[in-house]
C-alpha cells in the first residue's frame, strides 16, 4: 500500500527560531530554517491494490503532538486523525493534545473516540496534565473526544501496522516507530541492537539529529549518520534539528541519500 510521510515540524524542543537568538540560522530567511516542534503525518488509502479502481477512505496517523500542532494542522489542511502515536511524554511531544478536539468531534460521530497510543509512562503524563480530559471525574463538555490505548508491541490502524520500536533518550526508555517500509525514530541518543534487528529492510528513515557538539540525551549528526549507514535505508531523513545546523549549508556537506528534513516536507512510503 502506497502512503505519504509528512512531517509537519523538524524543530528541536525550543524551535528554530529560538527565543532571544540572534544567531545566523535563527535570522535566516530560508523558510528551511524555520522550524517547529517535531511531529509527522502519516497518510493513505484504505483499498490497497483495489484504490484506482475504488478508492478507499484516506487516514492520517500524526506521532506526536507538539505545541505547534494546531499551527502544523492548518498548514496541512487536516480534516481528520485516526490516531495518534505518542513517542514519550516530554512537552515537545504532547502538549498539543488538546487541539485534536475539534477533530475528535467528528471522528467520534463517526467511528468514536481516537485512540492515542502511549506507553504507560507516557499516558501517566497525559493524564495529569490533561486531567480535565482523561479524569473519571471530568465534567468538561467539550472535552476531546479521545482514548488513552497502551501502547503494544503491535498496533494495527486501519490497515496499516505500527512496530514499537524502542529507543533510549538519554536514561529515559522512549518509543519509535515502524510503519511499513518506514520508521520514525526521534530523541534518540542510543538505539539497542534487539531495535536495529527491527529496522532491517526499511527503505526511508527518519532520524533525529541534534547538532555536531555531543548532548547528553540526543544524537549528533555525525552519530545520526553512522547510524544511518547502518540501516542502510534508501533515503534518510534528519530532524528534531537545532539551530546549530543550517539547511542549505549542512545539506551540502551531506550525502544525497541521508538530508536535513525540513517542515512541510512529504515523501511516499510503502505502508
Known sequence: ?????????????????????????????????????????????????????????????????GPDFRMQAL???????????????????????????????????????????????????????????????????NRARVKLEPLAEHNPVHGVDFWRVPVRHGEQAIDGFRFGGAAYLTDVSAIPDASFALLEGVEVLVLSALRHTPHPSHATLEQALAWAQRIGARQTWFTHIAHDLGHEETNARLPANAQLAYDGLSVPVTL
Open 75 to 141: 498548514r496541512a489542511n487536516l480534516k481528520r486523525v485516526d490516531a495518534v502515536f505518542y513517542t514519550h511524554g516530554h512537552a515537545d511531544h504532547m502538549l498539543g493534545m488538546d487541539d485534536l478536539r475539534p477533530l475528535s468531534f467528528a471522528a467520534s460521530r463517526e467511528s468514536g473516540p481516537i485512540p492515542l497510543y502511549a506507553s504507560p509512562p507516557t499516558i501517566e503524563i497525559l493524564e495529569k496534565i490533561f486531567d480535565y480530559t482523561f479524569s473519571p471525574a471530568a465534567t468538561y463538555i
Open 1 to 65: 500500500m502506497e502512503g505519504k510521510l509528512t512531517f509537519l515540524g523538524s524543530g528541536t524542543s525550543m524551535g528554530v527560531p529560538s527565543l532571544g537568538c540572534a544567531c545566523k540560522v535563527c535570522t535566516s530567511t530560508d523558510p528551511h530554517d524555520r522550524r517547529l516542534r517535531p511531529s509527522v503525518l502519516v497518510t493513505w488509502r484504505e483499498g490497497g491494490a483495489d484504490v484506482e479502481r475504488e478508492p478507499g477512505k484516506e487516514r492520517a496517523v500524526v506521532i506526536d503532538t
